[in-house]
């Protein structure tokens, strides 16, 4: 996990704890090559501009359509993709399948000199998943297996022996992960384009072979998690909070905030 950083200058502080009233906002703003080389200007200008309609064309539909809110959400997808759709790898070794995903509570009780979890409260290590280490032939350096198992029986996801911890891995441009996701996405999609009907249950792969899903996928994902209601305080930790789950990555995420911040002359 992370380490928690203080935040860089000309990153925008939490002014949640003051205030709960938005903050005044520039009105409307649109997505722009410039404007995503603010964000992240790792990819090609070309690459930007073939995106760039799609971009604005979902952010209508789902409305992160003033300053403000683009801001914090191209902010977050740099940090998160880079603008590129990509999905869960799981090709792990031992020991890092088990810090990421085998004890209770998280990375943070992982004690990598031990290899092995924590002590909880019994004394004993405090495994989440203690097939990491009973079978850990079977799991490191192969997906299929180890994202079954590990996403089973959550996220809507059946057993391990369905597969669908595998089947419905993280993708996108922000990770869309298990088969509940993947059903309400397929649901949110089809509501707001029945000119296009999907099924992203029946076809998850799409989120990786055509990249207007991927991107449509982060705007879901924002959407699901009402995003635009704290961009709309600009609220950098609550956002990454919201997209994160923690503040992982808060120092990134704010100096990218603060550059497309400037582009916009907000």
């Known amino acids: 996990m992370a380490r ?76 998160e993709s880079g603008f590129r759709a990509a999905e869960e790898n799981g090709h792990y070794s031992a020991p890092r399948m088990r810090e990421i995903f085998g004890c209770r509570g998280g990375r943070r009780h992982y004690d990598r000199l031990a290899d092995d979890c924590r002590l909880g409260p019994d004394g004993q290590p405090a495994r989440l998943r203690p097939k990491l280490w009973l079978e850990a032939d079977s799991y490191a350096g192969n997906p299929e297996r180890l994202l079954a198992y590990v996403y089973a029986n959550r996220l809507g996801n059946g057993d391990e022996a369905s597969g669908d911890g595998y089947r419905y891995r993280g993708r996108g441009l922000i990770q869309l992960t298990g088969k509940t996701n993947y059903a309400a996405f397929t649901q949110a999609h089809n509501a707001r384009t029945p000119q296009d009907p999907r099924d992203f249950v029946a076809e998850p792969d799409l989120l990786m072979t055509e990249l207007k899903y991927a991107i449509e996928s982060a705007f879901y994902y924002w959407d699901a998690r009402t995003v635009n209601a704290l961009a709309d305080l600009d609220d950098l930790e609550q956002v990454t909070r919201a997209v994160n789950g923690a503040l992982n990555g808060l120092e990134d995420r704010g100096a990218r905030l603060a550059s497309i911040k400037k582009a916009l002359g907000i």
């Open 4 to 79: 928690l950083r203080r935040s860089p200058p000309g990153a925008p502080r939490s002014r949640v704890a003051r205030s709960q009233q938005p903050l005044p906002q520039t009105g409307p703003a649109v997505v722009t090559v410039a404007l995503l080389r603010a964000a992240d200007p790792s990819n090609a200008d070309a690459y930007y501009a073939a995106i760039a309609e799609t971009l604005n064309d979902y952010a209508r539909r789902y409305e992160v359509d003033t300053a403000l809110r683009l801001a914090h959400f191209l902010a977050q997808i740099g940090h």
